[in-house]
């Protein structure tokens, strides 16, 4: 049986215009739980506001925004660039006004043997996922702190923070410093008035998935039953945790990690399974070389 389906797209928890007057920052906005996450706090009433490198993602973000009929700017930024964010936020300043949630969803990720990474892949991943929340984070604080305004900060992150992640130890590791930093901001700006809170999807497949990222699914068959729910994840549960997160319900919560993944990441088996090495679930030959670069 497992847990039963969520209420159907268009339902909400939250009374309707919870976030009147409102703007939402949701970096990677454009695609994926990015787009599911700025989806539900536009049918709230929120104005949007969405920010990554590509054009096309951009415009698939303005698109969703349009069908709801929220107001939308999008803005080209790269998160790993903390000039390229202040420049975001002032023209999203410009275009809505400032944004008072912040949803740090933008990262980087694909599966590689960890005697396979090279420095640059390591770096890069770790300089999206983890610095660039932290840059993201820190614009949006110093303008309510320097305003005297409170705001509220969403970081979705990843269960293998706490787990590690065999074949994404450049991404298990970055999201580990995202869950670490929520706890420290959440101490650090709660005197501000910043709420800091971190979101952790489990499996939840959705048709922006990269090539990698699908490649990694497209491993397990069946995924449904791979779950301790008997099902994937739905993009508006995810959603649905982070206007929660963000409302004026949960002001009190702050410094917390909420996982929506069906209790996945806690799972364990009565008897052990054979341990397959990242290389053979990859179907990669053995290691080769000492490795450069
Ligand atoms: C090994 C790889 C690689 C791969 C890239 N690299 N893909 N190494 N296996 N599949 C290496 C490159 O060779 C290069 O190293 C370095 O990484 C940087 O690659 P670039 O292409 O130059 O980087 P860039 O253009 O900045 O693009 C970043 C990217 C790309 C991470 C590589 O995939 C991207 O833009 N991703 C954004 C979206 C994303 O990743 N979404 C997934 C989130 S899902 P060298 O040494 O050659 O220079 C997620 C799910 C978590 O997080 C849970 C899953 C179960
Ligand atoms: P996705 O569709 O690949 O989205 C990633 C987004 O990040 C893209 O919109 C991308 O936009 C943006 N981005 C990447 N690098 C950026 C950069 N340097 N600057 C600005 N934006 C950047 O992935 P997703 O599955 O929706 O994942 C969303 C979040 O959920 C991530 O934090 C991920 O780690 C987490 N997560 C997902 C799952 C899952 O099952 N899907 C599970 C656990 C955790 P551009 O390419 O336009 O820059």
Not at 206 to 211: C, I, N, V
């Amino acid at each position: 049986m497992g847990l039963p389906e969520p209420p159907d797209v268009g339902a909400s928890a939250l009374p309707a215009g919870t976030f009147d007057g409102d703007v939402v920052l949701v970096t990677g906005g454009g695609t994926g739980l990015g787009k599911a996450i700025a989806s539900e706090f536009a049918r709230l009433g929120a104005s949007i506001a969405i920010a990554s490198r590509k054009e096309e993602h951009l415009a698939a973000g303005r698109a969703a925004m349009d069908e709801l009929g929220a107001a939308c700017a999008t803005v080209s930024c790269d998160i790993r660039e903390a000039d390229s964010i202040a420049a975001a936020f002032d023209a999203i300043e410009e275009q809505l006004g400032r944004p008072r949630v912040l949803v740090n969803n933008a990262a980087a990720n694909f599966p590689v043997p960890a005697e396979d990474m090279s420095a640059n892949a390591w770096r890069t991943v770790v300089d999206i996922t983890l610095n660039g929340t932290f840059f993201c984070a820190r614009e949006l604080a110093r303008r309510h702190i320097a305003a005297g305004t409170a705001a509220s900060i969403v970081n979705v992150g990843a269960s293998y923070a706490w787990t590690g992640g065999p074949g994404f130890a450049h991404s298990a590791a970055a999201k580990a410093g995202v869950k670490n930093m929520v706890e420290t901001l959440a101490v650090e700006w709660g005197p501000y008035g910043i709420q800091v809170n971190g979101l952790v999807p489990g499996l939840m497949p959705h048709e922006d998935m990269t090539a990698d990222i699908r490649s990694n699914l497209d491993r397990t068959h069946e995924k449904d039953s791979c779950q301790p729910a008997m099902r994937v994840g739905r993009t508006r549960e995810l959603g649905w945790a982070a206007t929660f997160l963000a409302s004026p319900y949960a002001r009190f919560v702050s410094g917390h990690t909420l996982v929506v993944d069906g209790a996945n990441w806690q799972r364990r088996t009565l008897t052990n399974p054979t341990v397959v090495t990242v290389r053979e679930q990859m179907g990669k030959g053995p290691f080769e070389g000492s490795g450069r670069g």
